[in-house]
């Protein structure tokens, strides 16, 4: 695990960004907010690409900037691989030609002597052929950049990042350019820079899709600040942060297991608990993540019976919260894991619903991959 200490300071026109805080590297790290929040600005202070930037910026042990101490490590000396939200491949060299151009940078940096001997990552893991395979790039490399679809430009550059032999990856909204296709077809690639290659990545992003498939932790930014840090699952879920994460968009992140995949429907295990949903395309016996929004959840007293919603859930209040709306969050307890769900003062009331009772979600839909599953 890498941790990242960012201790910084910038100011522009009628923004302003103050970040100070210890990241644990591990896996995929989300950066999640609004749009002008700071994200980029914060990617881009990382990879040393603010020069107004004030204040202290290091990786493990290695600093890439103090201003008290006028230490500035170039961007190209830092050993991060950068993906941008339009990828920026060389429009005249091939796909093939963009790969080779990172690892002989790699090859030649290292050769030098400027890397330390943990940076040497171009090995067999991070080898072209292991890049190649990895991202599916075989069949692109005599093609040009401008002959490929949003999602190939995308999968190349990352090819081409990992190819620098980074300590770390920051993504800047690779997705955002796509539809919802491209995106659920190239997912599964961003999840193998750290699966495969074992290199942490901080991705910035607006939409929590994302964050929900991709991340197992987050920083969420508002005006330049940080507003929280933590677990996803954690921090989607906390009322006092929906006017960020998004009221409408606000629920549970739930982990599950496939199962088996019959008549066009997968079953899911909730650790004893089963969710029914339209077919996945998940190999039965592999983790999957899915958001529930609290819009989408009901609850009973009873088990219903004939009832057209196929997932019923047995659970345990855990808190209700009433707000200023005529709606009450409930904070429901399915087996360990943590289930939001909105309801009305009326239905509390009439239901005679308390924190300690045993009741029954009923799941009207859930998302997976942005797709959403009734």
């Excluded at 919802?180 to 942490?200: C, H, M, N, S």
């Excluded at 709606?327 to 939001?340: M, S």
């Amino acid at each position: 695990m890498s941790t990242l200490a960012i201790d910084i300071r910038l100011t522009r026109d009628e923004f302003s960004l103050r970040f100070d805080a210890e990241l644990q590297l591990k896996g995929i790290t989300a950066v999640f907010g609004p749009s002008g929040a700071g994200k980029t600005t914060l990617l881009r202070v990382v990879a040393g690409l603010e020069k107004g930037a004030l204040g202290r910026v290091a990786l493990g042990g290695e600093v890439w900037q103090d201003t008290d101490r006028r230490v500035m490590v170039p961007p190209h000396s830092r050993h991060l691989g950068y993906v941008f939200q339009d990828g920026r491949l060389f429009p005249h060299l091939s796909v093939e030609g963009n790969l080779l151009f990172a690892a002989e940078r790699a090859q030649r940096r290292n050769r030098g002597g400027r890397a330390p001997e943990a940076d040497a990552r171009i090995t067999s893991e991070t080898s072209m052929s292991a890049v190649v395979r990895a991202l599916d790039l075989k069949n692109l490399l005599a093609r040009k950049p401008d002959t490929l679809s949003g999602g190939e430009v995308q999968r190349v550059a990352m090819g081409r990042a990992l190819l620098t032999a980074p300590r770390i990856m920051l993504l800047d909204e690779p997705l955002s350019a796509l539809d919802l296709q491209r995106k659920a077809e190239i997912i599964p690639y961003v999840e193998r820079l750290t699966g495969d290659f074992g290199v942490p990545v901080l991705y910035v992003t607006h939409n929590v899709d994302e964050v929900t498939r991709l991340a197992s932790s987050m920083v969420l930014l508002a005006e330049g600040r940080v507003a929280a840090m933590g677990g996803v699952a954690d921090i989607l879920e906390r009322v006092e942060l929906w006017p960020i994460t998004g009221r409408l968009e606000a629920g549970s992140v739930l982990e599950a297991i496939a199962g088996k995949t019959r008549d066009g429907m997968t079953s899911l295990d909730l650790q004893g608990e089963t969710l029914r949903v339209p077919a996945i395309g998940v190999a039965a016996g592999k983790p999957v993540h899915l958001r529930v929004q609290a819009r989408d959840v009901a609850v009973a007293c009873e088990r219903p019976e004939r009832l057209s919603i196929r997932n019923v859930l047995s659970a345990i209040v855990v808190n209700i919260e009433f707000t200023e709306s005529p709606f009450v969050e409930l904070l429901l307890d399915v087996n360990g894991q943590h289930l939001r769900s909105r309801v009305t003062r009326e239905a509390v009331e009439d239901l005679g619903l308390r924190v300690g009772q045993q009741v029954f979600a009923l799941v009207k839909s859930v998302a997976f991959e942005g797709r959403l599953l009734n």
